[in-house]
T-cell receptor
């Protein structure tokens, strides 16, 4: 089946720093999505990308759909303590979402 | 407009018992997806249902697991004769149309049901 490789697995940063994480796949996807999951909660959609090459921002978040349709990155600028959580990429193809393993983000005040 | 509602939020079962997890999709959503998340892992697709029909159950174990989405009422994920390895968070998500259709159509997730098997 399809697999997504998400990196890094975890990040420890200082408040105010920028963060970058990415996902790669051996398969192409029609849609790339980035979710955030807080402890004890379900994933919440941050950004959705629908076209190869698309670059989309949502506040301090920026994500891009790779031109090959096999990768995507998420950047968070000027991190704040509430950015703490697990970030998941997900690719959509043929009506099914495949999730990456997640990036655990810790922000030190 | 309430989101995806899952209950129970936490469920403890002994080995061999049955677990029933319920999911009420968002209003107007007729497509339901179930995902399983093991500790410190991503979500793994289990089953996709539309009202009264199972569309894709390729991610669901062949034995002990079943899912339904009746015409009336919530979708139910049923696990019979639970084992310790079934301990996980089970998430339900809904959408108003199939994911393969173009447009801003993505899944909305519930808060999950956390199953612990003793």
């Amino acid at each position: 089946g399809q697999q997504l490789n998400q990196s890094p697995q975890s990040m420890f940063i200082q408040e105010g720093e920028d963060v970058s994480m990415n996902c790669t796949s051996s398969s192409i996807f029609n849609t790339w999505l980035w979710y955030k999951q807080d402890p004890g909660e379900g994933p919440v959609l941050l950004i959705a990308l629908y076209k190869a090459g698309e670059l989309t921002s949502n506040g301090r978040l920026t994500a891009q759909f790779g031109i090959t349709r096999k990768d995507s990155f998420l950047n968070i600028s000027a991190s704040i303590p509430s950015d703490v959580g697990i970030y998941f990429c997900a690719g959509q193809l043929n009506g099914k979402l495949t999730f990456g393993q997640g990036t655990i983000l810790t922000v030190h005040p | 407009n309430a989101g995806v509602m899952q209950n129970p939020r936490h469920l403890v079962r002994r080995r061999g018992q049955e677990a029933r997890l319920r999911c009420s999709p968002m209003k107007g959503h007729s497509h339901v997806y179930w995902y399983r998340q093991l500790p410190e892992e991503g979500l793994k697709f289990m089953v996709y249902l539309q009202k009264e029909n199972i569309i894709d159950e390729s991610g669901m174990p062949k034995e002990r697991f079943s899912a339904e989405f009746p015409k009336e009422g919530p979708s139910i994920l049923r696990i019979q004769q639970v084992v310790r390895g079934d301990s996980a968070a089970y998430f339900c998500a809904s959408s108003p149309r199939t994911l393969s259709e173009a447009g801003a159509n993505v899944l909305t997730f519930g808060a999950g049901s956390r199953l612990t098997v003793l």
